[in-house]
């Protein structure tokens, strides 16, 4: 059964669009159908190939945005400038296109709904789409697991998933919602526009004495100092999970 699992996740299989939704002017969400979906735990991502009529093929790395759902995944595409993939996904994709797709990947970078300690996201713009897996597999679930999660981007139009997070913070399940924005912030928001640092994490984040399992992604220099931070904090560094992404097209 294993083995099975293992040769499915290297095994291209043709996915169909089923529905496409804007989630920011820039970013957009792809729901696909997967018959014989092995299922996915929150965090991992999977492989996406496009081949183009003269045969050039290339592919990218994007991590699943949705809870486990039977047959059903869904990615959020966020177009990058000068992207070779991005652009199609998030622009031209459309209900009944097909899609080449390999997965799911990775075991490191996951969260599981029988996990009892306190869990602690930080995501970094489009950062935030695998760790929403994890929010919405924990609401799936009816997990109680107490979640934070600290998310900046550049601006409140760049923020994904922002009536969805608003909707589940306030429904008393666990979930707490800190945002931070490094350009713009809104009228009368109580913190200037900056990157995070020490101070919003001291104030956002679960302290290191409850020892919360924690999960940073992002762009490569966000990870990398918010890792710091938290551990110059007191974190585990051993309970500090990082995934992270550069301008070539990599993973979100």
């Known amino acids: 059964m294993a083995r ?98 390999r997965g799911p990947i990775g075991g490191w970078f996951v969260w599981r709904p029988e996990t009892p300690e306190p869990v602690q996201l930080v995501a970094g713009g489009s950062g935030v789409v695998p760790l929403m897996a994890m929010i919405r597999a924990r609401a799936a679930a009816g997990a109680d697991a107490p979640f934070r999660l600290l998310y900046s981007t550049r601006e409140p139009g760049t923020a994904l998933y922002q009536a969805e997070l608003e909707r589940l913070a306030a429904d008393g399940s666990g979930l707490e919602v800190t945002r931070a924005y490094t350009r713009r912030a809104p009228e009368g928001w109580g913190r200037p526009p900056a990157r995070v640092d020490a101070d919003l ?14 999960f940073v992604c992002g762009p490569t220099g966000f990870v990398e100092t918010v890792a710091d931070l938290l551990v110059s904090a007191g974190h585990d560094p051993g309970l500090i999970r990082t995934e992270r992404f550069g301008p070539s097209g990599g993973r979100s």
């Not at 984040?205 to 919360?212: F, G, K, M, S």
């Open 201 to 214: 994490l001291a104030r956002a984040v679960w302290p290191p004495e409850r020892e919360p399992a924690v």
């Open 4 to 101: 099975a699992t293992v040769l499915g996740r290297l095994t291209w299989r043709v996915a169909t669009v089923t529905a496409v939704r804007d989630e920011t002017p820039g970013a957009r969400t792809i729901v696909l159908d997967l018959p014989g979906w092995p299922g996915h735990l929150a965090g991992q991502h999977l492989d996406v190939r496009l081949t183009a009529p003269d045969g050039y093929s290339t592919q990218r790395s994007y991590s699943i945005a949705s809870a486990p759902d039977g047959d059903r995944v869904e990615l959020t595409v966020e177009v990058l400038p000068d992207g070779e993939v991005s652009p199609y996904l998030a622009r031209v994709l459309a209900p009944g296109d097909p899609l080449e797709v």
